[in-house]
DNA sequence: CAGACATATAGCCAACTGGTTATGATTCTA
DNA sequence: TAGAATCATAACCAGTTGGCTATATGTCTG
C-alpha cells in the first residue's frame, strides 16, 4: 500500500509529471481539464500521468459530477524523505565517528 | 554546473543506479572493480550508470594508477532536498537539519 | 431522449534507456 | 617488452515509455 521511494523516484523523475504535480501543489485542487489546459500535451496523456501519480500515491481524486478532481498529497512525498534521512543518518555515523576521534586526538 | 532537480530525479530514478550510489554511501570510496564485484552487472554497465551519477553530480572520481576510485557526494543530493523543501511544510525540520549535514559532510 | 461535455481506456508508434559483447586506452608486472 | 589488469567507449538490441488518435463510459442539459 505505501508506496516505495523507487516508485515515487521513478513517477517524479519525468518532467510532465512532475509539472503536473507541482502545479496540483501551487494551484490546490484542479480538474482534469484545467490541468489540460496549462499542460501542453493532450487530455488523454494528462489522465495517464494522474493515473500514474495516483497509483504512487502522490495525488488523490475525487468525483463530482462527471467531473474529476484531483489535489497533492504532501505525505506521498515522505518515500523521498525517508530515503533522503537512511543516507543522511550513515553519514551522521560516520560524521559522528569522525568527531569522535578529532576530539579524542585533540585531548 | 549545479545539477537541477530534474536531473537528479531522473538519475536516481534507475534503481541499479540508486543501488550504486546507496553502496557508495555506506562503504565510502570504491573502485569500478569493486563495485561490479557487487552488482548483478556488467562492468562497461557499471561504468556506464557511474558517468550518470558523475554528471548528475552525484559521485566524484580520483585517479590512482589504473584504478579509479569514486565516491558519493552527499550535497549531489541538494536539489532534491531544495525541491522538496518547496512542497512540503509537514518535514521543513527535518529537511534543514538534513540540508545542514549535507554541507558538514562534503566540506 | 439526443447531443454536448468530461474523463478514462485502448491501440499504436517513435524515441529513449539499460543491458549486452567487443574493443580501445592506460597502467602495472613478470 | 609482452601480457595481464582496470576501466571507458562503441555498436548494437530489446524492453519501456510517453506521446498521439480513436473510442468507450458516464453525466449534464435542451
Redesign the pocket.
Known amino acids: 500500500m505505501n508506496p516505495d521511494s523507487g516508485t515515487v523516484f521513478?513517477t517524479l523523475?519525468?518532467p510532465?509529471?512532475r509539472s503536473l504535480f507541482e502545479q496540483l501543489c501551487r494551484e490546490g485542487e484542479q480538474?482534469?481539464?484545467m490541468l489540460?489546459r496549462h499542460a501542453?500535451?493532450?487530455?488523454?496523456?494528462?489522465?495517464?500521468?494522474?493515473?500514474?501519480l495516483k497509483s504512487a500515491g502522490l495525488v488523490h481524486?475525487r468525483h463530482e459530477?462527471?467531473?474529476?478532481?484531483y489535489r497533492a498529497v504532501a505525505r506521498g512525498l515522505s518515500p523521498l524523505v525517508d530515503w533522503l534521512g537512511l543516507y543522511g543518518a550513515f553519514w551522521r555515523d560516520r560524521l559522528d565517528r569522525l568527531e569522535d576521534l578529532l576530539e579524542r586526538i585533540d585531548r
Do not use: F, N, Y
Not at 501542453?40 to 495517464?48: C, D, G, L
Open positions: 521513478r523523475a519525468d510532465t509529471r480538474t482534469v481539464w489540460t501542453r500535451i493532450s487530455q488523454p496523456a494528462v489522465s495517464k500521468h494522474l493515473a500514474a481524486d459530477g462527471r467531473e474529476r478532481h
